[in-house]
């Protein structure tokens, strides 16, 4: 399965952005991760049989959707912040992860090429 992420760009702090991700099959388990230069790979959240997860930095401002009969995920970002920028990166598992381990990046199998959020005035 390949996945196709877009949407990034530069917006002020405070705005709004909206990521999407399209793959080229079915895949159970989709998350979205980011990676700011200089700091390791983090979670931003995951959706799965109708169950979300997000990472603590995020909760309250990202929302994550699916479109399944398009096979595409959707990152909602809004009150974006200086330190959310990154590059953000959608994954998938080919099965339902369980709760506790949607943060874990080793469990997904797919990867997209990532693209760039930059927040900033």
């Known amino acids: 399965v390949q996945l196709q992420a877009s949407g990034g760009g530069l917006v002020r702090p405070g705005g709004s952005l909206r990521l999407s991700c399209a793959a080229s099959?079915?895949?159970?388990?989709m998350g979205w991760f980011r990676q700011a230069p200089g700091k390791e790979r983090e979670f931003v959240a995951a959706?799965?049989?109708?169950?979300?997860s997000y990472g603590d930095s995020v909760k309250g401002r990202f929302f994550i959707s699916r479109d399944n009969a398009k096979n595409m995920v959707y990152l909602q970002m809004n009150s974006l912040k200086v330190e959310d920028t990154a590059v953000y990166y959608c994954?998938?598992?080919?099965?339902?992860?369980?709760?506790?381990?949607?943060?874990?990046?080793?469990?997904?199998?797919?990867w997209g090429q990532g693209t760039q959020v930059t927040v900033s005035s």
């Open positions: 099959g079915r895949t159970f388990t």
């Open positions: 959706s799965r049989s109708g169950t979300t």
């Open positions: 994954a998938g598992a080919p099965r339902n992860l369980i709760l506790s381990s949607m943060w874990r990046s080793m469990e997904y199998d797919y």
